[in-house]
Every structure is written in structure tokens, then in C-alpha cells.
């Protein structure tokens, strides 16, 4: 059974997503509430919605992302991820802005400023997040 589950494909990203988003929480939630000298309860819901924004939006886009790979038949060069990733990050933003700037009651220029900060701590940690979870998935597979 636990073969199957660790093999399992919509199981492993069901996982995998769930611990990013967690772990990400944990991380962000204390650590810009200190920053933004706010409570934690008030910035950790605006996490919360943006994380299932995110995972919303990562759905949406993959789906529509595919389609148009079939459609013309794309391949997964370089260039086609460069725009791929670059697609998700404004499909995103343009979700996540207004619903910053309104949650946390700042400008649409303070919520684009900390969405850099945040699109930086997100490059660092979800690399540092995917080396260590494919470490755990090999270790627990062997």
C-alpha cells in the first residue's frame, strides 16, 4: 500500500503541494507579520487566501497552459518555460495584487513592492523545498 501511494501521481502532487504550502506558511506567516507590524491572525488569513489562490491559479494555468501545448504542439524548450513560468507570475499577481493592497489597506504600488519581496523568497524556498522533499520522497521510497 505505501508503494502505491508514494507511486500514486495525483497522490504524490497532492502531497507535494500541501507540504509546500504549509511549509511556506509557517515560514512567512511570523516572519511578515514582524515585518509589517501586524498581527499574525490578520496576515496569516491573507496567506491562507493567497495560498489557495495560488493552488487555484496553478490549476487554471497548467490546464490552459496544456491545452495550447497540444494545440501547437509545443515543446518544452527552454524559451516555452522561460514564458511559462513568467505567464503563471503575471496570471498570479494579477489575482494577488488587488487582494493585497485591499486586505492589508495599501497601495497597489506597496503590494506590487512586496510581492517582489515575496516572488524572491518564494525562487529561494521553493528550490530549497523541492531539493529537500525529492531527498524525503528517494529516502522513504528506498
Do not use: K
Request: with cysteine; proline share 2%; glycine share 4%.
Amino acid at each position: 500500500m505505501r508503494v502505491f501511494i508514494l507511486n500514486s501521481t495525483l497522490m504524490r502532487r497532492i502531497v507535494h503541494a500541501v507540504l509546500f504550502e504549509i511549509g511556506a506558511l509557517l515560514i512567512l506567516i511570523p516572519l511578515m507579520s514582524a515585518i509589517l507590524a501586524t498581527s499574525a491572525v490578520h496576515f496569516g488569513m491573507l496567506a491562507l487566501m493567497l495560498s489557495g489562490c495560488a493552488v487555484a491559479c496553478n490549476m487554471l494555468y497548467q490546464h490552459a497552459f496544456e491545452w495550447l501545448e497540444v494545440r501547437y504542439a509545443w515543446r518544452r524548450t527552454v524559451p516555452v518555460r522561460i514564458v511559462h513560468a513568467l505567464g503563471f507570475e503575471l496570471f498570479f499577481t494579477l489575482v494577488a495584487l488587488p487582494l493585497t493592497a485591499w486586505w492589508l489597506r495599501m497601495s497597489l504600488l506597496d503590494a506590487f513592492l512586496l510581492d517582489l519581496g515575496l516572488s524572491v523568497f518564494f525562487l529561494v524556498y521553493t528550490f530549497c523545498f523541492n531539493w529537500v522533499y525529492d531527498i524525503g520522497r528517494r529516502r522513504l521510497r528506498a
